[in-house]
């Protein structure tokens, strides 16, 4: 993977980063990501914040190397401490951290939002965490996406600002409303794979002593499961659409 050639992970991160956007990316690492973007002419200016020194000094020699020192800035920064007002920023992406991570740097840096039109996030785990904060923060789920790179399962979802907020159902903000109605066969084996490996702990619980903590975990693996297959064994894929939370 390098500036020109991302990974396919990326490379559909990049895709929902709107035409002509000046975008932030967050923990940038080699900054492959904006540069990119700058290179093919899909954005305008970019920002690659990284919070360790190594991956920062990593992301100034590619801007460097790219000569793109007028277009990209990076930053040593905390999450969106990376964004100054005078950027302008319109988009943000944070892609490969887990869900809850990327959580705490929204709720840490939600100031340095304003102006921000759409969030592109890519959660290695966890995306239910960025559903959950969308719902509680004034943002809508616009599009999801699941796909497999080298075995590993991804979903990235795409945020837009609130007019009014969607409500979605308990299994919406579990699996995705979109990618429940796509059902597509990554998405059917992510959820076969994770109900699988809850059964399996569930299991592992029955042998230990029921405690009130260990009650309490089993019994919410037990419900996010029978959510899961409902859904798998649900053969009509608008599904979701039809019991969309009111």
Same mark, same amino acid.
């Given at each position: 993977?390098?500036?020109?050639?991302?990974?396919? #992970? /990326? !490379?559909? +991160?990049?895709?929902?980063?709107?035409?002509?956007?000046?975008? %932030?990316?967050?923990?940038? @690492?080699? &900054?492959?990501?904006?540069?990119?973007?700058?290179?093919?002419?899909?954005?305008?200016?970019?920002?690659?914040?990284?919070?360790?020194?190594?991956?920062?000094?990593?992301?100034?020699?590619?801007?460097?190397?790219?000569?793109?020192?007028?277009?990209?800035?990076?930053?040593?920064?905390?999450?969106?401490?990376?964004?100054?007002?005078?950027?302008?920023?319109?988009?943000?992406?944070?892609?490969?951290?887990?869900?809850?991570?990327?959580?705490?740097?929204?709720?840490?840096?939600?100031? #340095? /939002? !304003?102006? +921000?039109?759409?969030?592109?996030?890519?959660?290695?785990?966890? %995306?239910?965490?960025?559903? @959950?904060? &969308?719902?509680?923060?004034?943002?809508?789920?616009?599009?999801?996406?699941?796909?497999?790179?080298?075995?590993?399962?991804?979903?990235?979802?795409?945020?837009?600002?609130?007019?009014?907020?969607?409500?979605?159902?308990?299994?919406?903000?579990?699996?995705?409303?979109?990618?429940?109605?796509?059902?597509?066969?990554?998405?059917?084996?992510?959820?076969?794979?994770?109900?699988?490996?809850?059964?399996?702990?569930?299991?592992?619980?029955?042998?230990?002593?029921?405690?009130?903590?260990?009650?309490?975990?089993?019994?919410?693996?037990?419900?996010?499961?029978?959510?899961?297959?409902?859904?798998?064994?649900?053969?009509?894929?608008?599904?979701?659409?039809?019991?969309?939370?009111?």
């Amino acid at each position: 993977m390098n500036a020109q050639q991302l990974s396919l #992970r /990326l !490379e559909r +991160v990049a895709k929902h980063v709107p035409k002509g956007a000046i975008v %932030a990316d967050i923990g940038s @690492d080699h &900054a492959y990501l904006p540069c990119f973007l700058v290179l093919n002419g899909m954005v305008k200016r970019a920002v690659a914040g990284e919070v360790v020194k190594g991956p920062f000094e990593s992301a100034k020699k590619q801007v460097q190397q790219e000569q793109l020192e007028n277009q990209i800035t990076v930053r040593l920064a905390s999450g969106l401490a990376a964004i100054h007002p005078e950027d302008g920023v319109t988009a943000v992406t944070i892609a490969g951290m887990g869900g809850p991570l990327i959580v705490s740097i929204l709720t840490e840096g939600i100031a #340095r /939002l !304003e102006g +921000v039109e759409r969030l592109i996030l890519q959660p290695n785990v966890h %995306a239910k965490a960025i559903r @959950d904060w &969308a719902q509680q923060n004034g943002w809508n789920v616009h599009s999801e996406e699941i796909l497999k790179e080298n075995d590993k399962i991804y979903e990235i979802l795409v945020l837009e600002r609130a007019e009014a907020n969607s409500v979605l159902t308990e299994t919406e903000l579990l699996m995705g409303p979109y990618l429940m109605k796509e059902r597509s066969p990554v998405f059917i084996e992510k959820w076969r794979r994770e109900s699988a490996q809850w059964k399996k702990i569930v299991a592992s619980m029955e042998a230990t002593e029921q405690t009130v903590e260990i009650l309490s975990r089993k019994n919410d693996l037990v419900h996010k499961i029978q959510l899961v297959e409902e859904v798998l064994n649900n053969e009509n894929t608008e599904w979701a659409a039809d019991h969309r939370g009111v």
